[in-house]
């Protein structure tokens, strides 16, 4: 009898198979896309509130000079809640009795128009408003706003209108 060795078996490993999915680097593309369409969503709202128009505050009764640069409707408001010149008022929702608002051109002394508002409202912090009216103003050029009466003092605050400028901002940060 005779013995041999058992003869080494060799089996063959499996092919190397083909990747079926996608390589790595394609799941870092939701990603990136996510981070850009983020990072372009803060930067139109950044721009929408940096393209917010800024306004005039001032005391009443008494007078304010306003600057418009183009022609169009002003909104007048009445600040309930607020700070001026380092003082904080506080008044009522309610406008006083008796109180006369006017608005003219400084140079022409041209009435500008003022139409009462339904009442909207704003709180941007600490700061509360009510709407009072809008004015019209015909050209651009410098208006002074009137508010008179016999009350105790309170803070009005004119400005542009709002959203065509935070259109625009948005309209910029779009493109």
């Known amino acids: 009898m005779t013995f041999s060795q058992p003869q080494e078996q060799h089996i063959p490993s499996p092919p190397m ?4 999915g996608p390589a790595r680097a394609w799941y870092l593309l939701p990603l990136l896309l ?26 009443v009764p008494g007078s304010a000079t306003v600057t418009v640069e ?7 408001w009445d600040e309930l809640s607020t700070f001026y ?6 008044s009522s929702e309610e406008l006083p009795a008796g109180m006369e608002i006017t608005a003219r051109n400084s140079s022409s002394g041209e ?10 409202g704003e709180t941007i ?3 509360r408003r009510k709407a009072v009216g809008d004015l019209s103003f015909d050209a651009a050029g410098s208006y002074i706003i009137e508010v008179s009466g016999s009350f105790p003092e309170r803070i009005f605050y004119a400005r542009p209108p709002v959203f065509p400028a935070i259109r625009r901002g948005l309209a910029a940060g779009l493109v």
Not at 38 to 47: K, L, M, P, R, W
Not at 70 to 76: D, E, I, N
Not at 85 to 90: E, I, L, W
């Open 111 to 120: 009435p500008a128009a003022f139409s009462p508002s339904s009442g909207g």
């Open 34 to 59: 996510f981070l850009f369409c983020t990072a372009g969503i803060i930067a139109v709202v950044y721009d929408a509130i940096r393209s917010f128009p800024e306004g005039t505050q001032f005391p």
């Open 125 to 127: 912090g600490t700061v």
């Open 70 to 76: 183009q022609p169009g409707t002003y909104s007048l």
């Open 17 to 20: 198979r083909e990747s079926t």
């Open 85 to 90: 010149r380092g003082k904080r008022y506080q």
